[in-house]
């Protein structure tokens, strides 16, 4: 069982927004500005997506947005593509003794 | 462009040691950063392992800290990954990642780039 409460899938049609959530607790997710979340296709290595809650890395798009309300991480993709279906992990720093936790990860499906 | 790549056995017998190398291209370890080790087993999600702060400095995922030693040699630009007596559940495929810092010092929870990963396979 992951450390961080993910739904197991989520869809969504071409041009549609679709929201990820990801539920922690207040010793990762709600201690910590510290969230980030990662795209990985079939047989990839996982991308960085958002760090730091809602930064975006150089080259990602800013369809990809990111936030946090209370325990809850959230990773929104507006204006869906086909290219998005993937599955999607967060991940959070936990504090000085646990240190790193992922999420058990969300299949996006572009109807 | 930094770039990182994973390199050892694709099988191990159980009991024994799993020993992985992160070898680390455009940046030097030494000047900052930690780095991190990730698995995935087939078909499941990802597990934070444990990660090496460029001075030696390690961070170890609890559930797997008595079997885990990561270690760097900064004089190749590499660190590496053993895990003791592993079993079939941890066949997976381990990746090794640049992971970031807060303030300079503090562990962050990114990781960027990754590796390709290589998949180790526990079995006789």
């Known amino acids: 069982q992951s450390a961080l409460t993910q739904p197991a899938s989520v869809s969504g049609s071409p041009g549609q927004s679709i929201t990820i959530s990801c539920t922690g607790t207040?010793?990762?997710?709600?201690?910590?500005?510290?969230v980030s979340w990662y795209q990985q296709h079939p047989g990839k290595a996982p991308k960085l997506m958002i760090y730091e809650g809602s930064k975006r890395p150089s080259g990602v798009s800013n369809r990809f947005s990111g936030s946090k309300s209370g325990n809850t991480a959230s990773l929104t993709i507006s204006g869906l593509q086909a290219e998005d279906e993937a599955d999607y992990y967060c991940?959070?720093?936990?504090?000085?003794?646990?240190?790193?936790?992922f999420g058990g990860g969300t299949k996006l499906t572009v109807l | 462009q930094v770039q990182l790549q994973e390199s050892g056995p694709g099988l191990v017998k159980p009991s024994e040691t799993l020993s992985l190398t992160c070898a680390v291209s455009?940046?030097?370890?030494?000047?900052?950063?930690?780095w991190g080790w990730i698995r995935q087993p087939p078909g499941k999600g990802l597990e934070w392992i444990g990660s090496?702060?460029?001075?030696?400095?390690?961070y170890y995922n609890p559930s797997l800290k008595s079997r885990v030693t990561i270690s760097v040699d900064t004089s190749k630009n590499q660190f590496s990954l053993k895990l003791s007596s592993v079993t079939a559940a941890d066949t997976a495929v381990y990746y090794c990642?640049?992971?970031?810092?807060?303030?300079?010092?503090?562990?962050?929870?990114?990781?960027?780039?990754w590796g390709q990963g290589t998949l180790v396979t526990v079995s006789s």
């Open positions: 991940c959070s720093y936990a504090g000085s003794s646990t240190y790193v936790v």
């Open positions: 090496i702060y460029h001075s030696g400095s390690t």
């Open positions: 990642a640049r992971q970031g810092m807060v303030r300079g010092v503090i562990m962050n929870a990114w990781f960027d780039p």
């Open positions: 207040s010793s990762d997710v709600g201690s910590y500005n510290l």
């Open positions: 455009g940046y030097s370890i030494s000047s900052g950063y930690y």
